[in-house]
């Protein structure tokens, strides 16, 4: 028998007494189509972890494949995008939540943006999956102390990953070319809702429409305008998701005046139109606690 006593141990992690609120748990299995295009949420940061399968992220730019053992980072901020494998399909936790804040990082920032986002964790996986599967449990049967127990689920896993960023890869230095696609792909991620074009970002940046079209299928693989109609794509996903708004003005809000075209562009590259995927989601509530409120999906 081995006895270990915790007493004096302090906080090294969060920044004060406040911890991170919740807004949603999301567990994705079993389906090889499963999509997701380029979003940013500004608002909540997301652990993401692998059970089974694998998957393909683009997360700033940078291409990843995550498959069983890996757990990924999404800082606020960062545009994101995510595919299955369609031989290997992807069984994968998210939990999102907003207000945290770590020692020595800024708002809602779970790792330094320089580090690496995936980490592996070797024999702990079961231990992982079992802290997400604890969140979903007390949410589908809640009590008055859900959210208390699903507070201290993610502050675990929050531990765990901090635990370990010391042994995180740093992130290669850019290229003066990459760098520019980068402030090209930030400029549409913040005006996607517009009626860009690709003269319209030549111009914007003071280069040729040709050089501009080279950088970025150079950078994320495929054409700034198929970035931007992915872009738009995916904040429709989000909104769909989020939101009880008609999709005539979620429509609208992306940068499509037309809904036809905007249910075109959405079945194109998730394979469903908007009506049926926000059908094929269900929402609920996480009950309320000392620091708010969030949701599951």
């Not at 008609?246 to 809904?259: D, F, K, L, R, S």
Request: proline residues 5%.
């Amino acid at each position: 028998m081995r006895k270990i006593y915790m007493e004096g141990t302090k906080n090294e992690i969060f920044a004060g007494s406040d911890l991170p609120n919740i807004s949603f748990i999301s567990h994705v299995s079993g389906n090889p189509d499963w999509t997701i295009a380029p979003v940013k949420h500004t608002e909540w940061c997301e652990v993401l972890y692998i059970n089974q399968g694998k998957a393909y992220y683009t997360i700033d730019t940078k291409s990843y494949t995550v498959s069983k053992g890996d757990i990924l980072i999404l800082n606020a901020g960062v545009v994101h995008a995510a595919c299955s494998d369609r031989e290997e399909p992807v069984e994968r936790w998210s939990c999102a939540f907003r207000e945290l804040q770590l020692k020595n990082r800024a708002f809602n920032q779970i790792i330094p943006d320089n580090l690496t986002p995936v980490i592996p964790v070797g024999r702990s996986g079961d231990f992982i999956d079992g802290c997400f599967r604890l969140i979903l449990d007390a949410c589908t049967s809640p009590s008055k102390n859900t959210y208390n127990i699903c507070q201290h689920a993610i502050c675990t896993i929050l531990s765990f990953v901090d635990d370990r960023i010391g042994d995180l890869p740093k992130s290669l230095e850019a290229s003066q070319a990459s760098n520019l696609a980068k402030e090209i792909i930030h400029y549409i991620d913040n005006h996607y809702m517009l009626p860009l074009t690709l003269e319209v970002l030549a111009r914007e940046f003071f280069i040729s429409t040709d050089y501009l079209s080279h950088i970025i299928k150079m950078e994320v693989g495929i054409s700034p305008i198929n970035y931007l109609i992915n872009r738009r794509i995916g904040e429709s996903q989000h909104l769909l998701l989020s939101t009880m708004l008609p999709i005539g003005t979620i429509a609208e809000m992306v940068g499509y005046p037309n809904i036809n075209h905007f249910s075109s562009a959405f079945k194109k590259r998730i394979g469903i139109a908007p009506g049926l995927f926000r059908q094929q989601f269900h929402i609920a509530s996480i009950p309320a606690g000392n620091h708010g409120e969030g949701k599951m999906r």
